[in-house]
């Protein structure tokens, strides 16, 4: 299994041990770009699935470890975050 394969289905930022998409919480699907595939916990973020771009903290993008990944939520489906591009 490849890194990415790996990586599917898993919630950005958890732990390794317990990384899966919990009951009651929701979540934005990552596509595209270095978390493709990854679920975004939306459940304590105010701007609720369909609010601003995100920067993430990502070692696998342009910019190596501590630069960030920049995703949106898509205009037509609030529940899915596009990749716009790595930042420093």
Do not use: C, I, K, N
């Not at 939306?42 to 960030?68: F, H, I, K, N």
């Amino acid at each position: 299994m490849d890194e990415q394969e790996f990586m599917r289905g898993r919630v950005y930022g958890a732990d390794h041990d317990d990384a899966g998409p919990r009951p009651g919480r929701t979540y934005a699907q990552l596509v595209g770009g270095p978390l493709d595939g990854l679920l975004l916990d939306m459940t304590d973020r105010s701007d609720g699935p369909s609010g601003e771009q995100v920067a993430l903290v990502t070692e696998m993008g342009r910019y190596g470890p501590g630069g960030r990944a920049l995703y949106a939520p898509r205009p037509s489906d609030g529940r899915r975050y596009d990749w716009r591009g790595d930042v420093p």
